[in-house]
């Protein structure tokens, strides 16, 4: 893999990780067009890599938001944590069993099989993708509906919305396309949380979980390719740090049109972005991708 293909693919993650049209489905898309394997250790690694990247532009960006917002008072800062450990617990229970059932029926006849072999899988991207969609699609009409109703007031997240959030994050982490970003922050604004707040809660819950994500991956390959050497192991990893740091700087641009968007009502758009992608992912697996 070349040092263009890790700047390129960086780029793609940087701009579509903080977009609520699923990065990861776009970068498997751009690994294939390419001729990379999505599914192979290292790539893998270079996808929860380019994800640390997006989430040290997440902190950079959301960083004063949070001070106002959760480290205001102790009292502030005990709810915050606590309603943020509610959802990631969600998140890993539902991800994780779901990773299980699909291990254990899908690729029960596949030796050592992981559910990341399923992740250049086109054909399960192109669903996801239009799940996303619609889900963000249903949330951006109802806001636009329900526009000028109680103007004014804020909507903090509580224990069910959390919940709720923490339980469809779990879905994203399986199925590539079904947007992270896009899933949550729908699901909290259907929840009747105030927009502003449901953006500020998702990255924060993202900021979470991409450690975890990037120390699986990271043991997924050391076992895959049993790495005992220092240089192989620098080897490895030294694309994934380059394409971090011009995901973070993508990832911040991608931010400021994210916002901006989700603000003056225009979530609905990524909606229908969505399901444009879906169809283009399910006309490139028709001819061979």
């Known amino acids: ?91 890993g229970i539902v991800g994780e069993t779901c990773v299980k059932i699909i291990e254990k029926t899908f690729l029960r006849n596949q030796p050592h099989a992981q559910i990341e072999d399923l992740f250049s899988h086109l054909e399960l991207i192109a669903p996801a993708l239009a799940a996303a969609g619609i889900l963000i699609l249903v949330a951006g009409i109802m806001e636009k509906r329900n526009r000028g109703r109680d103007s004014g007031e804020t909507k903090e997240t509580n224990i069910w919305p959390a919940a709720v959030i923490g339980i469809v994050q779990g879905l994203s982490l399986p199925f590539r396309g079904f947007s992270r970003s896009g899933a949550t922050i729908s699901t909290a604004m259907l929840a009747g949380v105030a927009k502003s707040e449901a953006e500020t809660f998702s990255f924060a819950l993202a900021v979470i979980l991409t450690p975890v994500v990037v120390g699986r991956e990271a043991m997924r390959l050391i076992q895959a390719e049993r790495i005992t050497d220092t240089a192989h192991l620098a080897s490895a990893v030294f694309p994934s740090l380059l394409g971090a740091a011009f995901a973070f700087i993508a990832g911040l641009l991608a931010l400021k049109w994210l916002t901006r968007w989700l603000e003056s009502g225009r979530w609905y758009l990524f909606g229908i972005y969505c399901l444009i992608a879906s169809a283009a992912v399910t006309a490139l697996y028709r001819i061979g991708y």
């Open 1 to 91: 893999m070349s040092l263009l293909n890790v700047i390129t693919l960086a780029i793609i993650q940087g701009l579509a990780e903080l977009l609520p049209v699923s990065s990861s489905a776009h970068v498997i898309v751009a690994e294939k067009l390419m001729g990379l394997d999505p599914a192979s250790p290292p790539m893998t690694l270079l996808l929860v890599s380019l994800h640390t990247g997006t989430m040290f532009a997440v902190i950079a960006y959301f960083w004063r938001r949070w001070q106002d917002r959760y480290f205001k008072s102790a009292e502030a800062f005990k709810k915050s944590i606590g309603l943020l450990v509610l959802a990631t617990i969600l998140t």
